[in-house]
């Protein structure tokens, strides 16, 4: 994905990345030089916020990209989540900078759902090819690349069945690796209300997905 930037123009003056404090973890060393950044753009350095842009936008175009697979739309929803999140730099009370930016970026991936609830939907658009799996042991078999697919879409289309909350709940949670608590922070709901969801549509994948069980076996 390409630069997003919210201005083309920086400050006059450089701003160089904070130095987190020593000894500490790489998330809370990471969290903390977020944090810095966002002081920094609230006393009206513009770059010190692109450098926000710079160090969360690939991560963020994954994310929205799993829930909304098209490359444009996906870098569109991405840029408004930026210059929202711009925009509303006063609204962030401490913690997770990219939580707060998630959960931004998952509402614009969430309007443009609503508005294409009823175009295909491919949350694993690397299983249209096979660069996505890991070189096969001497012994093993290729998996038929007409079973690849026809898993994959048979997957896809059973995501689009759920109702778009619990399908963010259960991309984020098994493809994305966000635990509870960061989802809820992401959807504005409860770790029960999270925990539910992924429950629900988990459950509802298997119902939908028994007719060509056979496809998932091994």
């Known amino acids: 994905?390409?630069?997003?930037?919210?201005?083309?123009?920086?400050?006059?003056?450089?701003?160089?990345?904070?130095?987190?404090?020593?000894?500490?973890?790489?998330?809370?060393?990471?969290?903390a030089v977020d944090a810095a950044l966002i002081e920094?753009?609230?006393?009206?350095e513009l770059e010190a916020f692109n450098q926000l842009v710079r160090r969360?936008?690939?991560?963020?175009?994954?994310?929205?990209?799993?829930?909304?697979?098209?490359?444009?739309?996906?870098?569109?929803?991405?840029?408004?989540?930026?210059f929202s999140a711009y925009r509303n730099l006063a609204s962030f009370r401490g913690g997770s900078v990219r939580s707060w930016l998630g959960r931004i970026a998952v509402n614009a991936a969430m309007d443009l759902q609503r508005a294409r609830r009823r175009r295909p939907f491919q949350p694993y658009p690397e299983?249209?090819?096979e660069s996505w799996q890991p070189p096969a042991g001497p012994e093993a078999e290729p998996e038929p690349r007409a079973l690849i697919v026809e898993r994959s879409r048979a997957?896809?289309?059973?995501?689009?069945?759920?109702?778009?909350?619990?399908?963010?709940?259960?991309?984020?949670?098994?493809?994305?690796?966000?635990?509870?608590?960061?989802?809820?922070?992401?959807m504005s709901v409860s770790v029960g209300?999270?925990?539910?969801?992924?429950?629900?549509g988990r459950a509802a994948l298997r119902k939908s997905l028994e007719p060509v069980r056979e496809l998932f076996r091994g």
């Open 40 to 44: 920094e753009a609230l006393r009206g």
């Open 127 to 129: 299983l249209e090819d």
């Open 1 to 31: 994905m390409g630069a997003v930037t919210v201005d083309e123009s920086v400050a006059d003056r450089p701003v160089t990345t904070p130095e987190a404090p020593k000894g500490r973890s790489a998330d809370d060393a990471s969290q």
């Open 193 to 200: 209300t999270v925990k539910s969801r992924i429950h629900r």
């Open 56 to 82: 969360h936008q690939d991560h963020l175009f994954v994310l929205v990209y799993r829930l909304v697979p098209d490359p444009d739309q996906a870098a569109d929803a991405v840029q408004e989540a930026f």
């Open 155 to 186: 997957l896809a289309a059973a995501l689009e069945a759920l109702p778009f909350d619990q399908r963010n709940c259960i991309v984020l949670f098994d493809v994305q690796g966000y635990d509870y608590a960061e989802i809820a922070r992401i």
